[in-house]
């Protein structure tokens, strides 16, 4: 059974920074895109940053500039790094894996439904 294990949790003040992993296990798992959704009280789970097995990243425009996607080949990890936080962001944070179903188009455009592998949901908590 696969499993995405997120890690990074926190809580920060407005302007600070934090970096959530992900690593999917078994180790040998295998995606063409990743990425991470967001999903605050009340409201519906966004889609913020993508990455393809190219390394093309995309983003939403709430987070573009401030938050970055990468990936380590060699620890089969995801990774996002958050900066300039601000509190709007504070939310449930989910990493999202295709098993390399997803040929073309790993962007914002992707759905949660697109994706058939999913994290536990990590909290992330940005203070005013």
């Known amino acids: 059974q696969v499993r995405l294990v997120e890690s990074g949790e926190g809580t920060v003040q407005a302007g600070g920074s934090l970096r959530l992993s992900c690593t999917p296990s078994?180790?040998?798992?295998?995606?063409?895109?990743g990425g991470w959704f967001l999903q605050a009280p009340g409201k519906e789970r966004e889609g913020v940053a993508f990455?393809?097995?190219?390394?093309?990243?995309d983003y939403s425009d709430s987070v573009k500039g401030r938050f970055t996607i990468s990936k380590d080949g060699a620890k089969n990890t995801l990774y996002l790094q958050m900066n300039s936080m601000k509190p709007e962001d504070s939310a449930i944070y989910y990493c999202?894996?295709?098993?390399?179903?997803?040929?073309?188009?790993?962007?914002?455009?992707?759905?949660?439904?697109?994706?058939?592998?999913w994290g536990q949901g990590t909290q992330v908590n940005v203070s005013s």
């Open positions: 999202v894996a295709d098993a390399l179903k997803i040929r073309a188009g790993c962007d914002t455009s992707l759905l949660w439904t697109d994706f058939p592998d």
């Open positions: 990455i393809d097995s190219d390394g093309d990243t």
């Open positions: 078994p180790s040998t798992y295998r995606s063409s895109c």
